[in-house]
């Protein structure tokens, strides 16, 4: 008698947590939200809203599950040049008022990072250290590209493709052992042969990423969310717009 063996991915034996982003349209496409588990990458051009999502994610997943949060903590790693804490300030004024809660940026821990090496030390045991005391829900890199920026005069290729999937590995461990959302941002950069812009650190990192989603700016106002690819989401796009109080 022949046994018939079925295989299943690990897709449809787990079930992923999701981090609303706080409006509904985005949501909507994202079906229910980030999710766990893998990478996911944020691109946009300066300006686009990238920093304001991720600001606002931050408080998001404080909240209690039913109201769209892991009721958890955020580790905000920033490489860019300075933190917008007055603006994660204004966002935490109206989260409090809205959902009722307290002391919402002691939830939010912030780390200014300037190169690769450090960020592969704050991966490895830094995070690990501090989910012994916090249950952390999101990792946020603002932005991977703004550690290679800089560098990239003096950076052989080989090496930094070895950095981003050193970098890579780390972040998926981490979201497999505190099951939290990974979301990075990269910048936008002019590919001179195509003549079209793209996201920075080419293939090497592209080759890394599980989702990637873009924002683009369309008026003073109005901004594009777009799912360019997903594991488990079709290509979509929704407007929405950021306020003072963040997303809507």
């Not at 005391?133 to 003096?154: M, P, T």
């Not at 090496?159 to 970098?167: G, M, P, T, V, Y």
């Not at 979201?175 to 079209?196: A, V, W």
Request: a positive charge.
């Amino acid at each position: 008698m022949k046994v018939k063996i079925f295989s299943f991915s690990a897709d449809l034996l787990c079930e992923y947590d999701r981090l609303k982003t706080g409006c509904s349209e985005i949501d909507k496409i994202l079906r229910g939200g980030f999710r766990n588990n893998i990478l996911n990458e944020l691109v946009g051009t300066a300006g686009s809203g990238k920093t304001q999502i991720c600001l606002y994610l931050s408080l998001m997943v404080q909240l209690p599950k039913q109201f769209g949060g892991l009721n958890k903590a955020a580790v905000y790693i920033c490489t860019e040049d300075v933190f917008p804490i007055k603006r994660l300030y204004q966002m935490s004024s109206y989260f409090e008022q809205k959902f009722g809660i307290e002391n919402s940026l002691d939830n939010v821990f912030i780390s200014h990072i300037a190169d690769s090496q450090r960020l592969k030390k704050v991966l490895c045991f830094d995070i690990k250290h501090l989910g012994r005391f916090k249950s952390i829900g999101l990792i946020v890199i603002d932005s991977i590209g703004g550690l290679f920026r800089n560098h990239s005069s003096g950076m052989r290729y080989d090496h930094r493709s070895k950095d981003l999937a050193k970098i890579a590995e780390e972040l998926r461990k981490l979201s497999s052992r505190f099951k939290c959302i990974i979301l990075c941002c990269n910048q936008m950069t002019d590919n001179i042969k195509t003549g079209c812009s793209e996201p920075c650190l080419g293939l090497s990192w592209s080759n890394l990423v599980n989702s990637r989603f873009r924002i683009t700016r369309t008026t003073s106002s109005w901004r594009t969310f777009e799912i360019i690819f997903s594991p488990d989401l079709p290509p979509a796009h929704c407007n929405f717009s950021i306020a003072n109080t963040g997303i809507k």
